[in-house]
């Protein structure tokens, strides 16, 4: 009998971040550069946007063309205060470009992150309509409204997990990619005013959903994106530029995950998280 070696299964995890996840398209042209193609991909909010068109084979240039042509008005139409707005805008940039597609017809297996506010878990879409797994796992509470789906509430994945190093492993890789396009998500504040300390509230408990991500993650990019605003694309190019330098430096680690053996730990399904597939 002849045994043959298992290839390794490396998967990528694309992080949340609103506007800076920009910076995921300077590491994807960075992975074009050298070759890399993945096995799995996941994605969190931004990231699940991301993910989504490349698991459907676009590439670089094809995400910068879509990038370039989509504003934020197009996707948050509501322009009053404390007014959330739909997602119907992000779901037909995704229908206009991708078509009506379910997840599990991806080129690229691929898994989109949300929240159901039903039963307050994490909820991982490998099957369903993709573009309204998509926008659930983008809907910022306050910012979007939430997307019903199959009797479910559908929130932004970065409530519970905005790095979702974890599932391309719960799905077969033996290493992971993970991308961080907001690691300055947490600073203090000197200031006791409501909004100020509330903010910080929120910034600590976001960096709590992060640490997944770092824990599973093998490799770990984290671009500089400081100085760019989560709500605009003002600076698309630069924020490129930085998803392209991080990915760079940590390109020999990258390449190293797949000279590696492949991982003989199974892999087990974790009870807390709903896994639509």
């Known amino acids: 009998m002849i045994f043959r070696k298992r290839k390794v299964k490396v998967g990528i995890a694309f992080g949340g971040g609103g506007a800076r996840g920009f910076a995921h398209l300077g590491a994807i042209k960075a992975f074009e550069q050298f070759g890399i193609k993945f096995d799995f991909i996941a994605g969190t909010s931004a990231g699940s946007l991301v993910g989504a068109f490349y698991a459907n084979g676009y590439n670089f240039k094809q995400l910068y063309q879509v990038a370039k042509s989509v504003r934020m008005k197009d996707i948050r139409k509501s322009v009053l205060p404390f007014t959330a707005s739909k997602l119907d805008g992000l779901a037909e940039v995704i229908k206009s470009n991708l078509g009506e597609k379910n ?30 797994a998509v926008c659930g796992s983008c809907a910022v509470p306050g910012v979007f409204q939430p997307v ?17 190093a974890d599932i391309p492993k719960y ?4 290493y992971v990619v993970a991308v961080d396009v907001n690691k300055s998500r947490l600073y203090g504040t000197n200031s006791t005013k409501l909004f ?11 960096k709590s959903n992060a640490i997944r991500g770092y824990v599973n993650g093998d490799v770990v990019i984290g671009p500089e994106t400081k100085r760019f605003k989560s709500t605009s ?37 974790p009870d807390d998280i709903v896994f639509v597939k």
């Not at 509330?198 to 600590?204: A, D, K």
């Open 233 to 269: 694309t003002d600076g698309l190019d630069d924020m490129i530029d930085e998803g392209y330098k991080a990915t760079i430096d940590a390109m020999p680690k990258i390449l190293e995950l797949f000279r590696r053996k492949p991982c003989k730990k199974k892999k087990v399904l």
């Open 103 to 132: 997840i599990e017809d991806c080129q690229t297996p691929f898994a989109a992150v949300a929240v159901d506010l039903k039963s307050a878990k994490e909820v991982c879409f490998v099957k369903g309509d993709l573009a309204s």
């Open 196 to 206: 100020d300390v509330l903010s910080c509230s929120i910034r600590i408990l976001m």
């Open 148 to 164: 019903e789906y199959n009797d479910m509430i559908l929130a932004d994945g970065g409530l519970q997990n905005t790095i979702p």
């Open 171 to 174: 799905f077969g890789c033996d």
